[in-house]
């Protein structure tokens, strides 16, 4: 069956860095898109970044740009986010999504805590 499963969320400083992963398998993965969203609680669900299926496409929320970056291995089906430079309004729970045009995926999601 389909599953993604991220990893890599904890509890970091501020400015520090954390690099979520997000392993998929019950699908070709090469040949969908994927997102990393976050909640905050209280708070709609967030776009932070996509890359195509091959990897030559990204895209990324203005509040993340510059501190983020979205990679992928499609040998080892796996989506990726590293996270640097973190704030404490990057605090929340971060779900990978895999997209391919009537087919949507999602992970249970990943814990991220940016505190001091």
């Known amino acids: 069956q389909v599953q993604l499963v991220e990893s890599g969320g904890g509890l970091v400083q501020p400015g520090g860095s954390l690099r979520l992963s997000c392993a998929a398998s019950?699908?070709?993965?090469?040949?969908?898109?994927m997102r990393w969203y976050r909640q905050a609680p209280g708070q709609a669900r967030e776009l932070v970044a996509t890359?195509?299926?091959?990897?030559?496409?990204?895209n990324y929320a203005d509040s993340v740009k510059g501190r983020f970056t979205i990679s992928r291995d499609n040998a080892k089906n796996t989506v990726y986010l590293q996270m640097k430079s973190l704030k404490p309004e990057d605090t929340a729970v971060y779900y990978c999504?895999?997209?391919?045009?009537?087919?949507?995926?999602w992970g249970q999601g990943t814990q991220v805590t940016v505190s001091s």
């Open positions: 999504n895999a997209y391919r045009q009537f087919y949507d995926y």
């Open positions: 019950g699908f070709t993965f090469s040949y969908y898109g």
């Open positions: 890359i195509s299926s091959s990897g030559s496409s990204t």
